[in-house]
């Protein structure tokens, strides 16, 4: 596949004090009727790249895993023994846990992903929350996030069972004081004694997970929810066969049915089938993940349904050890969900999207170089994945200024929260979230392959105790109109105002750009609808 064109989002300023990023409709704002300076006709626009996304012939869904690792939550450090490249924007230690998955959930809004898989692990009984990464109990924080944004008609929670650390090493730390996966978890044992039991798998696991999601938020295939389980493969589990792995998941379906009225739809990795053949007639499908350096991508087909897993890159290489997947500046992505989307798979997952360790995150990245953050811009996975989401080309689409792909001529933060190199500061508006403010006099921000196409009216969400701040849309180089931003009583009062039409050729995305011409206001993002 030829190397992608690529469009940009540049917000350009003088003198101002606010401006925030990349979201659908919904993620912490108050999507009020626009008003203000009246503007004339819309501008013509025949720029922009044409990209390939998903064809409205694809039903299939499309989720991402999420690991919540102790580092990710607390904002680091991002190390291992080889390099990390795909260090987050997001400085989770400026901030508390809620704010760290309001960031996330805003993320996974804007690559309109239908579900985030999240990485459980287990817990030991009578620790506090979180008890290591993948504690199902910090759950109801990513719920709270999702409700505070407004954003539950958006996203929908899954679970991937990171089966060897939640069931093995639970096991080992509980009965041995070690953790790790020797010795293995034993599934011949059911009843907790010696190094097996089913309390793993569901009473400290997938019990506190239904309990930390509420129905109505759990992403459900045919009216079940989704849970998938990583692998039963020998280096960390022992007596598979023989019924002992789908008795597992039987009770697992049992207990969640009597104690939650939920009937699971589970997709399992093919070695569970493979250990124990009884498991193909207790699941709902199977999964054969990908390779390092090969296979991408896979297709596994389970009861008439096929199910695609991918990654959009992988990179462990040290001096003992060279696995990689090279992004190859997102042409690898694009490829592997061309390869699983566009095949119309039942479901599609990625890994991971805040696996920083395996290199493998699809957040946004910190700004760099591509030889530092193997991305061509800090968006550019998500912006892949919304191109193979089910709404390419979303409609509001909702844009949050502090998560800018390139900043020129701002200061540091002066407020010392969510980035280094842009003046983001936490907002009192709708849905909570950051708005920009400090913006200098020539400022700018940009944003890569911005999906518009038709004629989209333009709105921006201001807050200003001055009259008379101006501002104009420059996209791919066509000059809209100049916007008188109104006062609107304070710095965290906020007003919607239009800020102009423009008519792009169908299925293109833009450089935009947005100059501010006076300083003295706030914004916390803006807006394009389909007119």
Same mark, same amino acid.
């Given at each position: 596949?030829?190397?992608?064109?690529?469009?940009?989002?540049?917000?350009?300023?003088?003198?101002?004090?606010?401006?925030?990023?990349?979201?659908?409709?919904?993620?912490?704002?108050?999507?009020?009727?626009?008003?203000?300076?009246?503007?004339?006709?819309?501008?013509?626009?025949?720029?922009?790249?044409?990209?390939?996304?998903?064809?409205?012939?694809?039903?299939?869904?499309?989720?991402?895993?999420?690991?919540?690792?102790?580092?990710?939550?607390?904002?680091?450090?991002?190390?291992?023994?080889?390099?990390?490249?795909?260090?987050?924007?997001?400085?989770?230690?400026?901030?508390?846990?809620?704010?760290? *998955?309001?960031?996330? =959930?805003?993320?996974?809004?804007?690559?309109?992903?239908?579900?985030?898989?999240?990485?459980?692990?287990?817990?030991?009984?009578?620790?506090?929350?979180?008890?290591?990464?993948?504690?199902?109990?910090?759950?109801?924080?990513?719920?709270?996030?999702?409700?505070?944004?407004?954003?539950?008609?958006?996203?929908?929670?899954?679970?991937?069972?990171?089966?060897?650390?939640?069931?093995?090493?639970?096991?080992?730390?509980?009965?041995?004081?070690?953790? +790790?996966?020797?010795?293995?978890?034993?599934?011949?044992?059911?009843?907790?004694?010696?190094?097996?039991?089913?309390?793993?798998? *569901?009473?400290?696991?997938?019990?506190?997970?239904?309990?930390?999601?509420?129905?109505?938020? /759990?992403?459900?295939?045919?009216?079940?929810?989704?849970?998938? /389980?990583?692998?039963?493969?020998?280096?960390?589990?022992?007596?598979?066969?023989?019924?002992?792995?789908?008795?597992?998941?039987?009770?697992?379906?049992?207990?969640?049915?009597?104690?939650?009225?939920?009937?699971?739809?589970?997709?399992?990795?093919?070695?569970?089938?493979?250990?124990?053949?009884? =498991?193909?007639?207790?699941?709902?499908?199977?999964?054969?993940?990908?390779?390092?350096?090969?296979?991408?991508?896979?297709?596994?087909?389970?009861?008439?349904?096929?199910?695609?897993?991918?990654?959009?890159?992988?990179?462990?290489?040290?001096?003992?050890?060279?696995?990689?997947?090279?992004?190859?500046?997102?042409?690898?992505?694009?490829?592997?969900?061309?390869?699983?989307?566009?095949?119309?798979?039942?479901?599609?997952?990625?890994?991971?999207?805040?696996?920083?360790?395996?290199?493998?995150?699809?957040?946004?990245?910190?700004? +760099?170089?591509?030889?530092?953050?193997?991305?061509?811009?800090?968006?550019?996975?998500?912006?892949?994945?919304?191109?193979?989401?089910?709404?390419?080309?979303?409609?509001?689409?909702?844009?949050?200024?502090?998560?800018?792909?390139?900043?020129?001529?701002?200061?540091?933060?002066?407020?010392?929260?969510?980035?280094?190199?842009?003046?983001?500061?936490?907002?009192?508006?709708?849905?909570? +979230? *950051?708005?920009?403010?400090?913006?200098?006099?020539?400022?700018?921000?940009?944003?890569?392959? =911005?999906?518009?196409?038709?004629?989209?009216?333009?709105?921006?969400? =201001?807050?200003?105790?001055?009259?008379?701040?101006?501002?104009?849309?420059?996209?791919?180089?066509?000059?809209?109109?100049?916007?008188?931003?109104?006062?609107?009583?304070?710095?965290?009062? *906020?007003?919607?105002?239009?800020?102009?039409?423009?008519?792009?050729?169908?299925?293109?995305?833009?450089?935009?750009?947005?100059?501010?011409?006076?300083?003295?206001?706030?914004?916390?993002?803006?807006?394009?609808?389909?007119?």
């Amino acid at each position: 596949m030829r190397p992608r064109q690529r469009s940009l989002l540049i917000i350009t300023a003088l003198a101002c004090t606010g401006l925030a990023g990349f979201q659908l409709l919904g993620s912490g704002a108050n999507h009020a009727a626009a008003v203000g300076t009246a503007v004339t006709a819309a501008v013509t626009d025949t720029g922009g790249a044409t990209l390939s996304h998903r064809s409205s012939t694809d039903t299939g869904a499309l989720g991402v895993t999420f690991s919540f690792e102790t580092n990710s939550l607390a904002g680091g450090p991002y190390t291992d023994s080889w390099p990390i490249h795909n260090v987050p924007m997001y400085e989770a230690n400026t901030a508390g846990t809620a704010q760290f *998955w309001l960031n996330y =959930v805003e993320q996974l809004v804007s690559a309109g992903v239908d579900y985030v898989a999240v990485d459980t692990r287990g817990y030991i009984p009578g620790s506090t929350v979180p008890n290591e990464g993948g504690d199902p109990r910090e759950l109801t924080q990513l719920v709270n996030a999702i409700n505070q944004a407004g954003d539950a008609g958006k996203l929908k929670i899954a679970a991937f069972d990171d089966t060897p650390a939640s069931m093995t090493d639970k096991m080992n730390q509980i009965v041995h004081g070690s953790g +790790g996966y020797s010795p293995p978890f034993d599934f011949s044992v059911t009843t907790g004694s010696g190094n097996g039991g089913y309390k793993y798998l *569901w009473n400290n696991d997938l019990e506190a997970f239904f309990q930390a999601v509420p129905s109505s938020m /759990l992403y459900k295939v045919n009216g079940q929810p989704l849970i998938y /389980l990583w692998s039963d493969n020998s280096f960390a589990f022992a007596n598979q066969g023989n019924g002992n792995s789908a008795r597992y998941l039987s009770y697992v379906r049992s207990q969640a049915e009597s104690t939650f009225n939920e009937n699971p739809y589970f997709v399992v990795d093919d070695s569970w089938v493979k250990n124990d053949s009884a =498991v193909a007639g207790v699941v709902q499908g199977e999964d054969d993940w990908f390779g390092v350096p090969t296979p991408t991508y896979t297709n596994q087909a389970l009861g008439g349904q096929t199910f695609g897993a991918t990654v959009p890159s992988f990179e462990e290489v040290d001096s003992t050890a060279n696995r990689l997947i090279d992004p190859n500046h997102g042409n690898t992505f694009v490829t592997d969900l061309t390869d699983t989307v566009g095949k119309n798979d039942t479901l599609t997952l990625v890994e991971g999207f805040s696996d920083w360790p395996e290199n493998a995150a699809m957040w946004r990245t910190e700004a +760099g170089s591509y030889t530092t953050t193997h991305r061509d811009y800090p968006g550019q996975d998500i912006n892949i994945l919304r191109r193979y989401s089910k709404t390419p080309f979303p409609s509001p689409l909702t844009v949050q200024a502090e998560t800018a792909d390139t900043i020129t001529g701002a200061q540091a933060n002066p407020f010392k929260v969510y980035r280094p190199d842009l003046g983001v500061q936490t907002t009192t508006d709708t849905g909570g +979230g *950051w708005n920009v403010g400090g913006l200098t006099t020539g400022e700018t921000e940009t944003w890569d392959q =911005v999906p518009m196409q038709g004629t989209e009216n333009l709105s921006v969400r =201001v807050a200003s105790p001055n009259t008379g701040s101006q501002f104009r849309f420059v996209i791919d180089g066509v000059t809209g109109p100049t916007i008188t931003v109104p006062n609107t009583g304070g710095w965290q009062t *906020w007003q919607t105002v239009s800020a102009g039409s423009f008519t792009f050729n169908p299925g293109t995305y833009h450089t935009v750009e947005i100059q501010y011409l006076t300083g003295g206001f706030n914004v916390n993002w803006w807006q394009a609808t389909a007119g």
